[in-house]
């Protein structure tokens, strides 16, 4: 059999699977177990054993569960809520007043969490029943909670950066620079986009919005202070090179379970749920890993990811058109698969034509993220829809998903910004 034989097999048993509602893991592994078997028959299968112990025994993917535990206990001890109202309390003057403390919100939170899941939890669940009380319109509330959440990955720590990292083997503390400044960027024209918003439609926020003032609005703000210096520990400490990303996660992670002692939110019911949410996420993205692993061997072993990167090649695409292709199949892709499998379904094929058209592979893996980002707020599989949607109160779903969709186009304009000035991701790491 040859590549093209190959291929068809992978879509048609990906296709498959995935349409018979399969789990993702089990679809990609089983994927890649047959193509190995058809290629080399049983001998090939001994193969399958090394994949996984080789993925699982992976010292960089440790960070992934201690940021999640991070995210989990800060979430689930209150000390969340505190930081919101915070958070609230400064920005309660802005043109938009409460929408604007959402994005800053989901910005610093997503910045200790690194899960865009958890921090649209975090943050929306504070702000959802507080600013439907005072009548701000819900599409334009679901819509800046769902596209806030989505920082979550693009902020460092970023648990789709440790992956993309740690699969094209690059640094990835010069990953979670690169996502800093395209960060607070994005954050930024969300908030430009709410504040011209509010301004052509003032009766989308209330007249008359209660505002927190003098004393009370210090002591609510000092509330901020805390996650702030969580995360410049956390961040400081790899900049620096005091730490390795996974030191500087369990770093992160006693950091909080220090916070929610220091504000009496710290049990054994909460540590233990925090435990458990951590456990079922990573064991997910794990199973998921290890199924696109064998997969990845399986195209690597039959030629499929050497044919395919010759076919695109052989196409003599431009380099922005090859660009443009990549940015329509990774949104067509975030409709319909997470963003972990994506990563590992499409990267072992295509990161070698990306790094061959001469683009900067920290710069492909600032703009891979948002494209992940993108497939958390698209439906029908947008993970930040649902989110909001579970907390909204029984509001339809269709109004988080047209709420959406104006932040949707902030963040292709960012990708844009990112093509003319690639410097807003490359400038912060060539400075170590």
């Not at 001890?77 to 994005?103: C, D, E, K, Q």
């Not at 939170?109 to 939890?121: E, H, L, Q």
């Not at 956390?234 to 369990?250: C, D, H, Q």
């Not at 980002?373 to 109004?399: A, C, K, M, R």
Request: aromatic share 10%; glycine share 12%; hydrophobic share 60%.
């Amino acid at each position: 059999m040859g590549w093209q034989e190959f291929g068809l097999v992978l879509v048609l048993v990906l296709g498959v699977a995935l349409v018979l509602g399969q789990w993702t893991a089990l679809a990609l592994g089983s994927a890649g177990m047959l193509m190995l078997y058809l290629a080399r028959g049983e001998m090939a299968l001994n193969t399958v054993g090394s994949v996984i112990w080789n993925t699982a025994n992976s010292y960089v993917l440790i960070a992934v569960p201690m940021f999640l535990l991070l995210g989990e206990i800060i979430l689930r001890s209150g000390v969340s809520s505190h930081f919101y109202r915070g958070v609230a309390a400064l920005m309660g003057r802005t043109p938009g007043g409460l929408l604007h403390a959402n994005i800053v919100a989901c910005a610093l939170f997503s910045a200790i969490s690194g899960s865009s899941v958890a921090t649209a939890a975090a943050v929306g669940s504070v702000a959802i029943p507080e600013m439907l009380k005072r009548r701000y319109q819900p599409k334009l509330l679901f819509g800046s909670l769902a596209a806030g959440g989505t920082l979550g990955i693009l902020i460092p720590p970023s648990i789709v950066m440790i992956l993309y990292g740690a699969l094209v083997e690059e640094s990835i503390v010069k990953l979670f620079m690169a996502g800093m400044i395209p960060g607070i960027l994005m954050a930024g024209l969300f908030m430009v986009y709410i504040a011209l918003h509010v301004l052509v439609r003032r009766g989308d926020v209330p007249a008359e919005e209660e505002r927190v003032v003098g004393a009370e609005r210090w002591r609510l703000s000092l509330h901020v202070l805390p996650i702030v210096g969580l995360f410049l520990t956390v961040l400081g400490s790899m900049f620096f090179g005091i730490a390795t990303p996974t030191e500087a996660a369990v770093v992160g992670a006693l950091g909080a379970l220090a916070l929610a002692w220091g504000y009496g939110g710290l049990t054994w019911a909460v540590f233990w749920q925090a435990l458990i949410a951590t456990t079922r996420v990573t064991c997910m993205v794990l199973f998921i890993i290890i199924g696109a692993q064998i997969l990845s061997n399986a195209l690597t072993y039959t030629g499929v990811s050497r044919g395919v990167s010759e076919w695109i090649v052989g196409l003599e695409l431009s380099r922005w058109m090859l660009f443009l292709a990549l940015v329509v199949l990774y949104l067509v892709l975030g409709c319909f698969v997470d963003g972990v499998s994506m990563i590992y379904i499409t990267l072992p094929v295509l990161f070698p034509v990306v790094v061959q058209a001469g683009f900067n592979p920290i710069w492909f893996g600032v703009i891979l993220t948002i494209l992940i980002e993108l497939g958390q707020i698209t439906p029908p599989v947008g993970l930040n829809l649902f989110t909001i949607h579970g907390i909204s109160g029984g509001y339809p779903f269709s109004d988080v998903v047209i709420g959406s969709v104006p932040f949707v186009l902030v963040m292709l304009f960012t990708i844009l910004l990112l093509c003319f000035w690639p410097a807003l991701a490359l400038w912060f790491p060539a400075t170590i």
